[in-house]
């Protein structure tokens, strides 16, 4: 059944194009004990006839989704490392190269980010409710405030530390629904000439490569330049660059500025040409991107259940919300996936939300190999494919879901 919902931007019309259903929360992990204590929405995603804005029809609350214990920890990836070290050192050397510049970064996590300008001496502050992450950025000497940006946030920190060069945040505002609330306060605490930068997955390829796992509670919007441009707009922004960069399988970093404060680079308009001639606020596209997705999902139950009948060992590779998205819709537990190996300590034994697989230390994987090894993570998967290399020399095979299912 679709339904028509206001956008939560423009309060235009929201078309419904895909229904997963009943999903868990992607991000907590239950213990054995707690199995069944986990909170389900229907994820659904639509998108605004008027601002073309993709987005969620329901809401999971913010405190369900990033509780002091939420688990996912930045650095656990050395690709994201250097990611985040290359685009410190790029600040660090534009907005922020000025005399006694502020850095503020809205949801700085364990501080995969926020330390590298800490080291440089530059005044910051980072902003995150995931406590027990955010304690670790202030365990190696960055200053953090635990807790939610939201317009009052910003407007305390620019009372008692003065306005930002660079409010930077990295996969966290697409996360936010009450998006119109932080836009406010970056608007409140920004340095004439500042800017506010924030990359997030793309759904340009989140739709051509059919990244449907990309779609879970904590990713409420899917941006585009022409949805973020219209987006900031509204809240007294202008878009004035994009980049896309590579990471998290296709990421966009869109800057924006206070409306006629900087120019606007040619990269926009480039990327609202390629846009239009994707058909991205086109129906038909996301009609299309939803057959695939349900056709996607049906072979690689086929290919789970064809390898349990030929009595094959098969095990996921790590336990991401992307997963969540996965094994849920795809109707896939235990009884096809024995464990899912992680390296993320407080992921590990525990249980996948909602599929209750249960979750094993990273060293599980090598004793003994499994027959197959489903890539949750296939964002690392230069990373997983080059550390665990013995895995196919001794026979393993990988399988992947995107772009398509295919064995390597
Ligand atoms: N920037 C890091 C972390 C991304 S995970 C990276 O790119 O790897 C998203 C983070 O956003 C979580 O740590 C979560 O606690 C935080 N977050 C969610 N809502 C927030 C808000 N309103 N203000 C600040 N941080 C928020
Ligand atoms: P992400 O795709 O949301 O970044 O999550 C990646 C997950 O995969 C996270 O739980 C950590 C895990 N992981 C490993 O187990 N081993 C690895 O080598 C990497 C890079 C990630
Ligand atoms: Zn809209």
Known sequence: MTSCHPCRICGGPVR??????????????????DVGTEHFYRLAVGFCEDCTMVQQL?????????????PYRSSGSSLMGQHFEATAAHFLATELAGADPFYVEIGCNDGIMLNSVRAAGVRHLGVDPAAHAAQT????????????????????IRETEGAAQLVFSANTISHIAYIDSVFAGVHALLAEGG????????????V??????????????????RS????ARRYGFDLIDVEHLPVHGGTMRYTTARSGERPVRPSVSRQLSYEHDQKLAESATYASFGARIESHCAQLHVLLTDLKAQGKRVVGYG?????????????????LISAVCDSTPDKQHRVTPGSHIPIVPSASFTAPYPDYAVLFAWNHAAEIMAKEQSFKAAGGRWILYVPDIHVV
């Not at 419904?16 to 004990?33: H, L, N, T, W, Y």
């Not at 973020?228 to 987006?231: C, L, P, R």
């Open 16 to 33: 419904e194009f895909f229904d997963f259903g009943r999903q868990p929360v992607s991000d907590v992990f239950p213990a054995p004990a």
């Open 208 to 225: 051509t490569h059919t990244y449907f796992d990309q779609i879970y509670d904590e990713h409420f919007y899917l941006f585009s330049a």
């Open 319 to 335: 336990a991401t919300c992307k997963s969540a998205t996965v094994t849920n819709y795809c109707a896939i537990g235990p009884d």
């Open 195 to 206: 800017v506010f930068v924030f990359e997030d997955r793309y759904l340009g390829d989140i």
């Open 228 to 231: 973020v441009q219209a987006m």
């Open 137 to 156: 950025a202030g365990a190696s000497g960055s200053r953090v405030h635990i807790g939610f940006f939201e317009e009052s946030t910003a407007h305390r």
């Open 58 to 70: 329901e809401e999971v609350s913010r405190e369900k989704m990033f509780p002091a214990d939420y």
